[in-house]
């Protein structure tokens, strides 16, 4: 079956601090990979993508790159801001029927 | 609209009474999804629609939950006998299913409804 599992949180840096959250999971084919934030009080956003083995997604200066061999989709920033304290998810497509797995979230606080 | 829009946004209602819950999908998505998100389960899925269709209701968590989407747009989450345990943040996300570079659509969220029952 499809799952997600992703580092518990929360985690909390220093601003200009490294930012890694993990993600493995386990799926069946070949499923598409996300990662969405939430902001206090705000519905999800899709944060970045990842279709296929090997691609990066990227965004606000997130990374994270889809690695087959591993089943991971790890989320990184060279850099956290204040303004990225939210939750954060990670998520699989695995079908075409679209419905996705998420993981648990993890909290990340940056403090200035 | 321009984004995926619930209502409404806060519920708060007494155990035994039955709630609707709305979902306005952004036009043109083919593909309406309802979750919810609760402090002791995450983010769980709970239905999924195709068109008017729900080809996958796997996530009703039991036979006091439904969902309806009619003319291809507008959901509706009646939760029947709400129970304490229902308490919780229901989203709804939809996602265009096109075909070729379509194929591939992220699902897009709408702000929730938080439902409280007292």
């Known amino acids: 079956g499809n799952s997600v599992t992703q580092m518990e949180g929360p985690v909390t840096l220093s601003e200009e601090a490294f930012l890694t959250i993990n993600c493995t999971y386990t799926?069946?084919?070949?499923?598409?990979l996300f990662w969405y934030v939430q902001y206090p009080g705000e519905g999800l956003q899709l944060l970045l993508k990842?279709?296929?083995?090997?691609d990066k997604g990227s965004n606000k200066g997130f990374e994270a790159t889809y690695r087959k061999e591993t089943t991971s989709f790890h989320l990184e920033k060279g850099s956290v801001q204040v303004s990225d304290s939210a939750v954060y998810f990670c998520?699989?497509?695995?079908?075409?029927?679209?419905?996705?797995?998420f993981g648990r979230g993890t909290q990340l606080t940056v403090w200035p | 609209g321009a984004g995926v829009s619930q209502s409404p946004s806060n519920k708060v209602t007494e155990k035994g009474k039955d709630v609707e819950l709305r979902c306005d999908p952004i036009s043109g998505h083919t593909a309406l999804y309802w979750y919810r998100q609760s402090l002791g389960q995450g983010l769980e899925f709970l239905i999924y629609f195709q068109g008017n269709s729900a080809p996958d209701k796997s996530g009703l968590p039991s036979d006091r939950f439904s969902a309806e989407r009619t003319g291809g747009s507008v959901s509706t989450l009646t939760i029947q006998r709400t129970q304490q345990e229902d308490s919780a943040v229901y989203l709804c996300a939809s996602r265009f299913t096109g075909q070729g570079t379509y194929s591939n659509q992220p699902q897009h969220f709408g702000d929730g409804t938080r439902l409280s029952i007292l």
């Open positions: 998520a699989l497509r695995g079908s075409t029927l679209g419905r996705l797995y």
């Open positions: 799926a069946t084919g070949y499923p598409s």
């Open positions: 990842a279709t296929k083995a090997d």
